[in-house]
Structures are given as C-alpha cells and as structure tokens.
C-alpha cells in the first residue's frame, strides 16, 4: 500500500500522508486484495483529485465529508458562496499588490531627490480635499495611499498649514485654481517631535536666485528613522517671479 500511495502522490504531487489521512476519513475509495490490503484504482485517483480540489478552496474536510449526502444544488450554492469569498479576497490582494508598488515608487523617488537635491520643475497642484477623520471612505483611502496626502503652507507666512489628500477633480468643490508653474523641488522632511525641518532650505534657495515664492506643497513619501521618526516629503515651494 505505501509504495502504491507513494506512486500515486507523487504524481499526483502530494504528500502520502494526506492520501493516508484522506483515506481515514474516509474521502477515498480503494479496491481490496484477496488479502485485504487497500490498491488503488481509477476511481481512488479521481476521489483524491476531487478531495483535492475542495481542500485548494479551503472547504473543511468535515464539509467535504458531508457532500456525499448533498444535492447537486446544494453543492452549487457551497462552491458560489466559496467563489465569492475567493473574489473578495483577489480584490484584497490586489489592493495589497498596488500598495507595495506606491511604496517602492515612493522608496525610489525618495532615492531620487536625496541624489539630485533642490531643482526648478514645472507642476501643477493636483485636485486635493481637506483630510476629514470623520469621513470613513476618506481615511480608507488615505490608508491604502498615504503618498496621496498633502501638506500646504501658504505664502503667507508659512505658519498656515493645510493637510490635504489627492482626489479626483469632480469629487470636490475646489474654489482655488492651480494652473502649471514653476516649482523649486526637492527632499522635504519633518522630524514632528521638535518640530524641525528642512523648508528654510527651499527659502535660501530660492533667496539667493532672487526668486519670490508662493505656496509650498509637499506630497508624503515615506517615514524613517531612529529612535527620531522623520517624515520625508517630495517639496514643492512655488516660484512667482523673479525680484526685479
């Protein structure tokens, strides 16, 4: 019997031992020898083929027992209940899969400015609404997304801040207008703790070209850091004009 289960499993591709457990709970059928033993046939691989099947969509090996006593449509509503659990979970993992992918475009773009320093861009802010931690399909998108959410200072005095979260243009009543200009880009980052950071350097930066800003826009990439957690941005400080 061992080596015929062994023969059987391993073409199967499955442990002997689970043939062995199946055949316990009686999942399994075996033709018998004159002296007794267990041989298998066609219809004990098409049975291990089926248990198989069952256990790859998580269907308890008790469930599976009982099918042999349930109607065709009660095994149909069993494998549709199971495909719609097998649908949400896809969508889990999909969304799990594009969560990894912004945060290695975050971990890359982090890389990027940390090597290339602050530079002059063209950019538009993108459409954004105020961060409402009463509105529970905004947080839900903020956590599948935090490199989403925004950071505003405006001009001016650079006290004022605004936290916001991208979205889509027709989702909110925006009553600012944001055409394409001129940006100084660069790493941003903020340690919250003491409440440092490196936005004079944007200022200085454009200071000394003889540059007057606006509003600074800083878009969240990634936090690092101990035992002080620091807060990196990609830094966007907009340029007016040049003082004349």
């Keep these: 019997m061992g080596k015929k289960i062994g023969n ?20 399994i059928r075996f033709d018998r ?15 291990t083929c089926d248990v198989m099947f069952y256990r790859d969509l998580s269907i308890p090996i008790s469930t599976i027992q009982s099918l042999e006593t349930n109607t065709n449509q009660e095994i149909a509503e069993i494998l549709k209940n199971r495909k719609m659990e097998l ?27 940390k090597n290339k320093g602050l530079s002059e861009v063209s950019w538009k802010v993108p459409s954004f609404t105020s961060i409402d931690f009463n509105d529970s399909d905004l947080i839900q998108r903020y956590i599948d997304d935090p490199n989403q959410s925004l950071i505003i200072r ?38 919250t ?13 454009c200071e000394n070209r003889g540059l007057v800003t606006g509003d600074f826009v800083a878009q969240y990439l990634t936090t690092s850091g101990k035992p002080q957690k620091i807060d990196y941005y990609i830094g966007r400080l907009k340029v007016l004009r040049s003082e004349t």
């Design 33 to 47: 020898t004159e002296s007794n033993y267990r041989s298998f046939n066609f219809q004990t691989a098409l049975d």
């Design 154 to 191: 405006y001009s001016k005095d650079y006290t004022t801040i605004h936290h916001g979260l991208i979205t889509n243009a027709y989702e909110v009543d925006q009553t600012d207008t944001f055409d394409e200009s001129m940006y100084i880009q660069g790493l941003y980052w903020e340690d």
């Design 193 to 205: 703790e003491n409440g440092q950071s490196n936005f004079d350097e944007f200022i200085e930066y």
């Design 8 to 27: 059987l499993a391993k073409a199967l591709g499955i442990n002997p031992s689970k043939i062995r457990y199946w055949d316990k709970r009686g999942l």
């Design 87 to 113: 649908y949400k979970e896809i969508e889990f993992i999909e969304r799990t899969v594009n969560k990894i992918d912004n945060r290695l475009i975050a971990l890359s773009t982090f890389d990027h400015l």
